[in-house]
T-cell receptor
């Protein structure tokens, strides 16, 4: 089946630094990837839709200057948390959209746990 | 806005027990409904889905029926196994059935099956 990887799996950083998270589709091309955020014991919340070669579409309430998304190729999308603060600590999950057997579906990465000190 | 509510866990059952995980939704219109499963250390995987009222999704012995009248999509399995231990997420989307747009998730239910 389709595999999506994320790197790093977990990261600890100091407040004020920027952190980049990569999302890769390993055996397929994805024109669209999604970024979600999950707080402990909470739902996954859609942050943005990342389209290859164009600007990302952010959900209401998500700061686009805070969470920079780049989808430069059909197999890679990156999320950069700029000037991270402790309240940005969370579990970030990406997914990639693929069309198989005339149906589109999403395949999810394993997630990246960010801890900002 | 759209939302999904599912029973909170953890849910602990013995092997071969009957499983029900409740899920209800609030949405404007008629969304597609999904159950995703997340095994330890892995990404979410689509377990089953239903795209319209009265549809039944099924996979790996799990079933869920889209009930418009009760806005529910409860997950059931007749006889659980230890390998079913995971976190289960109910979700909805207005993508037209493909799950191809952003999903609205419930909080997840941690299922623990004891031998």
């Amino acid at each position: 089946g389709a595999v999506v990887s994320q790197h790093p799996s977990r990261v600890i950083c100091k407040s004020g630094t920027s952190v980049k998270i990569e999302c890769r589709s390993l055996d397929f091309q994805a024109t669209t990837m999604f970024w979600y955020r999950q707080f402990p014991k909470q739902s996954l919340m859609l942050m943005a839709t990342s389209n290859e070669g164009s600007k990302a579409t952010y959900e209401q309430g998500v700061e686009k200057d805070k969470f920079l998304i780049n989808h430069a190729s059909l197999t890679l999308s990156t999320l950069t948390v700029t000037s991270a603060h402790p309240e940005d600590s969370s579990f970030y999950i990406c997914s990639a959209r693929v069309r198989l057997a005339s149906q589109e579906t999403q395949y999810f990465g394993p997630g990246t746990r960010l801890l900002v000190l | 806005g759209d939302s999904v509510t599912q029973m909170e866990g953890p849910v602990t059952l013995s092997e071969e027990a009957f499983l029900t995980i409740n899920c209800t939704y609030t949405a404007t219109g008629y969304p597609s409904l999904f159950w995703y499963v997340q095994y330890p250390g892995e990404g979410l995987q689509l377990l089953l889905k239903a795209t319209k009222a009265d549809d039944k999704g099924s996979n790996k012995g799990f079933e869920a029926t889209y009930r418009k009248e009760t806005t529910s999509f409860h997950l059931e399995k007749g006889s659980v196994q230890v390998s079913d231990s995971a976190v289960y997420f109910c979700a909805l989307s207005f993508s037209g059935g493909g799950g191809a747009d952003g999903l609205t998730f419930g909080k997840g239910t941690h299922l623990i099956i004891q031998p």
